[in-house]
């Protein structure tokens, strides 16, 4: 096998057999040996090292990372936003951290109080009263909301077959009514971006359970027409979901309740600043009107008459649990933190300064960058790589963005923008950030015109360069001997030389 530089090789490749990363006291009793049935044929393949090569292993691979911490995120509908420290401070207040989930009751007040609070506090800002915190994602929050929503229909007698969903939705939407054996059924965008109200209302009947609208949607507008869709579904007894995930753009401005949703899912991750990307936990509470409030997952906290907190496990309608024990708890804590740190006044600043961001970035790009849709935008706006010169892509403008230490934005999404580049800059980038995004976009732009190649073979400073998504993804190489045999030393993880899929 060919070695690689120390700074390429994986754990594995780093293993001196014998090295060990602890020293323990030998054993003063004689050592027993396992019974045949537990102990292994042969021993772990695991690599074996020091403490400090791990620690630089894995210190040397969080450096080849970008993060929030490191830099500009602007990823659109994910709301990349800064995580402040005092969320982690206080997640890690041993009486939070340390308890266990199976405690008493009475020995739990404290995280049950925080919990139901929590709740209420979600309860206000969402404009539905009752809330459940259970869900891990904001697409296990869809599943819930449209679980309850399908025992609700079933309950008066009919779980109806389809639900509604804009042409501009994120994955999970479609995902999550297939998962509830829903049917799908596109609505059409207009030309302004929005719902397309004829035809909603031309598929929209009596075995319509539900709209499930994105709002503000995902083209970065807000549904101005909102409540005349939420009352066609309604007029034909469905119900309204809203996919809250947009909900930085709107806070203490309006309320998916008073604008027609009976249920919708917010990603704390997202709006309330608890930490996500790379597949770690995240929280996705359902908020729901009373009359749905029957069917959430149990156990309900609840608060008695002297004031303690219990957990009514007796909900005979209810969908059941959807996660174990009270959801994740650490994430409920963050968001619990952030939301009272903020207080009412600040948390509406969060939406303007957010809107604001995005609409300087729209209407300072618009002009060089196609924009398909030409309106005031809410967090995020959506610019396409239709009239860029020389063929450049929103990938290559994606790629070359890395070279100046700068996130991509969400790209090739929403769908019905050919070659959408969404960019979400957030309420937490200052506006000197803001304006140098702004200025790095153009430059890209001119380079497009005068060196395109150099925009096409981005990105050029990162450890890796321009890998191949679909083949990175369908083939993992990791080791030297599973390099292509001429790979460069410096950037054998790069597939640039290999066919595109
Ligand atoms: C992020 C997002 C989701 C899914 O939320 P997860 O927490 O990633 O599961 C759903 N809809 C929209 C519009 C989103 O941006």
Sequence with gaps: MKRRDEHLQTLFEKSVPGRVGYSIPLPEVPEAALPDDIARDKPAELPELSEVAVNRHFTRISQKNHGIDTGMYPLGSCTMK????????????PGFARLHPNAPISGVQGALHLMHELGEYLAEISGLPAVTLQPAAGAQGEMTGLMIIRA????????????????TAHGTNPASCTICNYSVVTVATNERGRLDLDDLRSKCDEETAALMVTNPSTLGLFEDRIDEAAKIVHDAGGLVYCDGANLNAILGVTRPG????????????????????????????VAMRDFLAPFMPK???????????????????????????????????????????????????????????????????????HLPFDEPCMHECVLSDKDMPNGVTTMDIAKRLMDFGIHPPT????????????IEPTETESPENVRRFVEVMRQIHEEAKTNPQLVKGA?????????????????????????????DEERQLSFDDQPKA
Excluded: C
């Excluded at 933190?337 to 609409?359: H, K």
């Design 459 to 487: 990105p050029h400073t990162t450890p890796v360069g321009r890998v191949d998504e679909a083949l990175a993804a369908r083939q993992l190489h990791l080791t030297a001997d599973l390099l292509p045999p001429d790979a």
């Design 411 to 422: 790209v090739y999404f929403p769908l019905v923008v050919k070659g959408a580049l969404m």
């Design 82 to 93: 800064y995580n402040p420290r005092i969320n982690e401070q206080t997640a890690r207040i």
């Design 258 to 285: 008073d604008f027609g949703a009976d249920v919708m899912h917010i990603n704390l991750h997202k709006t309330f600043t608890t930490p996500h990307g790379g597949g770690g936990p995240g929280s996705g509470p």
């Design 152 to 167: 609700f229909h079933t309950a008066n007698g009919n779980p109806r077959k389809k639900v509604l969903v804009p042409d």
């Design 299 to 369: 156990p309900v906290i609840a608060e008695d008459s002297a004031g303690r907190y219990t957990l009514d496990f007796d909900r005979p309608q209810s969908i059941g649990r959807v996660h174990e024990f009270f959801g994740n708890f650490g994430m409920l804590v963050r968001a619990y933190t952030y939301i009272r740190e903020m207080g009412p006044e600040n948390l509406n600043r969060v939406s303007t300064l957010a809107v604001m961001n995005a609409n300087y970035v729209k209407e300072s790009l618009k002009g060089l960058y």
